[in-house]
């Protein structure tokens, strides 16, 4: 231990007991390694995602009352607007309108997190070891949470317009899974590359501003099939969207009707979710611990 | 006694330079036509070959900039090398700016648990580590209170009371020691050496070398991202102060 130059310091052999520090994960098996990551540091998880709740509401005098005030407002708006002014014939559309307001919340939320999560938890990154995609995941189930508290809103609406609680609202949790991955996939898609071109979140926000209009919040599935026919190209231009089918499905769940989707339509917004979660979990896992040195 | 706990093999880590998008595109197309080039970049750590065995305790000195943070956050995991190799064996636990990552607006014992939980640990093990951290950062009269109703000095005493609750295999010390009023500093140090006794292996970074001198097995000074030195703590000490002049 004499010695104080360092010529060749590493003349002994490398420990059999020793792991690597960075093991390479199997790019096909970065899907589970991810959830298994997520699953051993639930602990950490829950406590990020009760910070968050925290930090957005503790100090309101209201607090969490505002999950269920904010929507509710908008959907006081929206009455006003389409019932009493415009003397719409449908009385259940500011209730559609309301429950896409919730469901495209949901999806902006989390993708325009996950896209510059890396980027907005630089600070505690640099100090911390645990996996990156915590981040991530802990404010994508604090945005599950929030839209899962503003679905109560709909209650007023439910009992206005004397709609029981159908069979069909399985639909409902089922829709907002489906948002809720393919978000934070598209997310983790593109997280690292944020780090390097910070233009990718301005990319994003504009696609989440423009994507509200595109999307069925103002609109429904119907009324652009009765537009456009349901065998018109652009309908399925409008179904490449992946949040039609889900925000539809929300819609049905509580009106208690099922949607009639073409079934490519349907076989597509099922796989969309999952595929994107699968190649954002790969390109996540193979890029994201390599950037950190970039925030 | 001769268990490697830490090894690193020609470690290389450079930070690229931020570069503006023409100079990209110029790489881009060069690259196209086979003249690949590298942007801009500056060397966060080169050349590192390290074995520690277990028990040892290692000092890291150098001038600001040298890379002592980078090398720890390294070994943390946090930064992952260009090129080289790393193995561990065992946990590691980095103390580096206490409090990083608590809340402002949750409570003294929800920020416990939320650091706590931040430094790798598990609810039960928080659970029964909760009394003694209050107590030891004698917060007990605030510890419902929100943080944001804490001093600084309140908040150094929180987090260096959960931060030394740790018993990590390696544990990662980046200049932690001098925190808090001088009743609190002594005894979060005393703290902290009680820890390094029950942790196996520990690594850190300090500018205090009288500590550094006392409690040392071996030191390494850093220099421009390489290891200038390694040895023990009067060698090392000594040729800092001769590079310094």
Redesign the interface.
């Known amino acids: ?6 010529e ?3 003349d ?1 052999v ?2 059999p ?6 093991p390479k994960v199997p790019l096909l098996s970065a899907p589970f390694a991810i959830q298994k990551n997520l699953s051993k ?1 639930r ?2 998880l829950g ?2 995602v ?2 968050n709740l ?2 957005r509401y ?2 309101a005098l209201l607090g969490y009352l505002w999950t269920l005030l904010e929507p509710a407002l908008l959907a006081l708006v929206y009455y006003v607007l389409f019932v009493i002014i415009a003397d719409y014939e449908d009385q259940s559309y500011p209730m559609l309108i309301l429950l896409g307001v919730i469901g495209w919340g949901l999806f902006a939320r989390i993708l325009n997190s996950t896209v510059s999560t890396l980027v907005s938890n630089a ?8 996996p990156l995609e915590l981040y991530s995941a802990s404010d994508s189930r604090t945005n599950l949470v929030i839209s899962a508290i503003s679905l109560l809103t709909v209650i007023p609406f439910m009992v206005y317009l004397n709609l029981q609680p159908s069979s069909h609202l399985w639909m409902l949790p089922v829709a907002m899974f489906m948002l809720y991955l393919s978000a934070w996939g598209v997310g983790l898609m593109v997280a690292s590359a944020n780090v390097v071109f910070p233009d990718v979140a301005h990319v994003f926000r504009f696609i989440t501003r423009a994507g509200f209009f595109v999307s069925p919040i103002m609109w429904t599935y119907e009324l652009l099939i009765e537009r456009a026919g349901a065998d018109s190209p652009y309908v399925d231009i409008a179904m490449l969207n992946p949040v039609v089918v889900p925000l539809t499905m929300m819609k049905h769940s509580v009106l208690g009707t099922i949607p009639d989707f073409a079934t490519h339509h349907i076989v597509y917004a099922v796989a969309f979710p999952v595929v994107v979660y699968i190649l954002g979990s790969m390109i996540f896992s193979a890029t994201s ?2 950037v ?3 925030l | 006694m001769n268990e490697q706990v830490l090894r690193l093999e020609d470690v290389e880590l450079h930070f690229p330079r931020k570069e503006g998008a023409l100079s990209i595109l110029k790489r881009l197309v060069m690259g196209f036509f086979g003249k690949s080039e590298r942007g801009p970049r500056s060397c966060g750590l080169s050349e590192i070959n390290l074995t520690i065995q277990k028990g040892e305790i290692i000092g890291i000195i150098g001038r600001n900039g040298s890379g002592k943070s980078t090398l720890l956050r390294t070994i943390a995991g946090i930064y992952k090398p260009d090129s080289g190799w790393i193995g561990i064996d065992g946990q590691t636990s980095l103390l580096a700016g206490v409090g990083v990552g608590m809340n402002k607006d949750l409570t003294g014992r929800e920020n416990i648990h939320l650091y706590g939980s931040m430094l790798g640990h598990e609810r039960s093990y928080m659970d029964s580590m909760m009394e003694e951290i209050i107590q030891f950062s004698e917060l007990q009269e605030f510890i419902d209170e929100p943080l944001r109703t804490y001093s600084s000095g309140m908040k150094a005493r929180l987090g260096i009371s959960v931060a030394t609750a740790v018993k990590p295999d390696i544990l990662l010390i980046d200049e932690v020691l001098g925190v808090g009023d001088p009743g609190f500093k002594k005894r979060s140090q005393q703290r902290i050496r009680d820890m390094m006794d029950d942790s196996n292996t520990v690594i850190l970074v300090s500018h205090s070398f009288g500590l550094l001198k006392e409690i040392c097995s071996r030191m390494i000074m850093m220099e421009k991202g390489k290891m200038k030195c390694i040895g023990t703590p009067d060698e090392v000490i000594g040729a800092y102060h001769e590079a310094e002049g």
């Open positions: 231990m004499g010695e104080s130059s360092i060749s310091p590493l002994d490398r420990s007991l020793l792991k690597d520090l960075h540091h602990y950490l406590n990020m009760k910070r925290n930090q503790d100090k600070g505690m990154i640099k100090q911390s070891g645990f611990r390599g950190v040195k970039r």
